[in-house]
């Protein structure tokens, strides 16, 4: 039924995204499909990395890693690089799902509070003509 997952990660926090790395490993070992493990970036050093490169090779070898832990047969990295992550992350996950060739995104998530800023797993799956998995730690 799927054949190329979407991950989103922010490699910021990666303990936050264990539940959606085994379920995004999961539905890709039952359907056979690759998984295409997403991160946007700045331009500017940060806290990951000092250059959009930098960042690109880190989220290369988050991938070869779940690779190895979560025995994913085939996986691959897709670095984004936004003038400013906190704004245009959205669009820009919205962007790389038609970029990849994506037909399932499965995405962390977080207990909704009584004041949310807004839900990225949300603006996705309204924007996007594929299906999204919201995965709760």
Known sequence: MFSHIMVPVDLAH???LEAALKTAADLAGHY???????????????SVAHTPQEYAAKLAKFAATQAEVNEVAEVA???????DPAVELDRKLEEAVHEIGADLVVMGSHIPRTFDLGSHGGRVATHTDVSVMLVRA
């Open 77 to 83: 990295s897709h670095a984004i690089t936004a003038h």
């Open 32 to 46: 056979g499909a690759r998984v295409t493990y997403v991160g946007v970036t700045t331009g500017q050093p940060s």
């Open 14 to 16: 990666p303990d936050r």
